[in-house]
């Protein structure tokens, strides 16, 4: 059984920095691409960066140059590092496996919360 679990997210303030990670179970993590979604109330949710087996990355733009997306697959683990948070950040994120365009799992979420 395919399992995500996010965690790491919190209360920071604006500025700060957090890295959220996404821990996998259940699945050969290496040939798997993964990507960082973000869902705020009232809005969709949003692809924040993703991450392939070769570990290219592509990112949102409203997160290029302050975000970083990045696998350990020793570890089974995808991680997003973000710094310079602002309010426009709060959401909750999640994370979610990925085989060619079909995806395989959403893990639960974490939120993230940024506020003075």
């Known amino acids: 059984q395919v399992q995500l679990v996010e965690s790491g997210g919190g209360l920071v303030q604006p500025g700060g920095s957090l890295r959220l990670s996404c821990a996998a179970s259940g699945i050969i993590f290496s040939i798997y691409g993964l990507g960082w979604y973000r869902q705020s109330p009232g809005k969709q949710r949003e692809l924040v960066a993703a991450i392939t087996s070769s570990s290219s990355t592509n990112y949102a733009d409203s997160v290029k140059g302050r975000f970083t997306i990045s696998r350990d697959n020793a570890k089974n683990t995808a991680y997003l590092q973000m710094n310079s948070l602002t309010p426009e950040d709060t959401a909750v994120y999640y994370c979610?496996?990925?085989?060619?365009?079909?995806?395989?799992?959403w893990g639960q979420g974490t939120q993230v919360t940024v506020s003075s």
């Open positions: 979610n496996a990925v085989l060619g365009v079909r995806t395989i799992a």
